[in-house]
């Protein structure tokens, strides 16, 4: 079920190399990764992981309702995070030529399927 | 000339509340805030620090590049963050409607000139 929905995600994004379902506690539920061997994408999404907690915890200090969606662009990455719930949330991991737009909007099409899935 | 160029990217941007050039270290060397009650942006720009800081942390562990960019999105308020250099970055709020765009382009235009006069 996730493995279909994650899968139709990374094929559809253009420059997509890598997607995760993980937890805030840094463990991957299901994860797609593309033949692409310039960053180990296990490490990036645990560390991954820790921003988000820093960010969910921002988030919660600030009361400004539920965190939706981190982005981070590198030199030579785009990381976009979708949080799912207060437990889960998707990394997908694109090159700095990838269609940025597309993956967000992808992830917030498919974020209440996962949703559903997950509960 | 901070305070041009940093007023300059609030007013162009559409739902722009408050932008911020700051350190690492969460002091804000300029800041300009729309009058804007639901939120407190001094706090908000010192959480964004540390938020900002870790993903710096992650990024250099992942040998990734030079962080560029970081956005969070929650239900109330979109945050676009662009790291400068070592030391200072920009935080722009804008409310969840804001056009996320032109943010994102504003301080990608406008970030070599806040380069120049830091140095």
Request: proline content about 1%; charged content about 25%; hydrophobic content about 45%.
């Given at each position: 079920m996730f493995s279909d929905i994650l899968q139709g995600i990374l094929k559809e994004?253009?420059?997509?190399?890598g997607i995760s379902l993980m937890g805030y506690d840094g463990i991957a539920i299901e994860q797609h990764l593309e033949d692409?061997?310039?960053?180990?994408l296990q490490l990036l999404a645990v560390e991954y992981a820790n921003v988000l907690k820093e960010v969910k915890r921002a988030v919660e200090v600030l009361e400004t309702g539920f965190m939706e969606e981190v982005t981070v662009k590198t030199e030579t990455f785009l990381v976009v995070v979708r949080a799912l719930n207060e437990e889960y949330f998707v990394v997908l991991t694109l090159t700095a030529d990838g269609n940025f737009g597309k993956a967000r909007y992808l992830l917030m099409r498919d974020a209440p399927k996962l949703r559903d899935v997950l509960s």
């Amino acid at each position: 079920m996730f493995s279909d929905i994650l899968q139709g995600i990374l094929k559809e994004t253009a420059g997509g190399i890598g997607i995760s379902l993980m937890g805030y506690d840094g463990i991957a539920i299901e994860q797609h990764l593309e033949d692409y061997e310039a960053v180990d994408l296990q490490l990036l999404a645990v560390e991954y992981a820790n921003v988000l907690k820093e960010v969910k915890r921002a988030v919660e200090v600030l009361e400004t309702g539920f965190m939706e969606e981190v982005t981070v662009k590198t030199e030579t990455f785009l990381v976009v995070v979708r949080a799912l719930n207060e437990e889960y949330f998707v990394v997908l991991t694109l090159t700095a030529d990838g269609n940025f737009g597309k993956a967000r909007y992808l992830l917030m099409r498919d974020a209440p399927k996962l949703r559903d899935v997950l509960s």
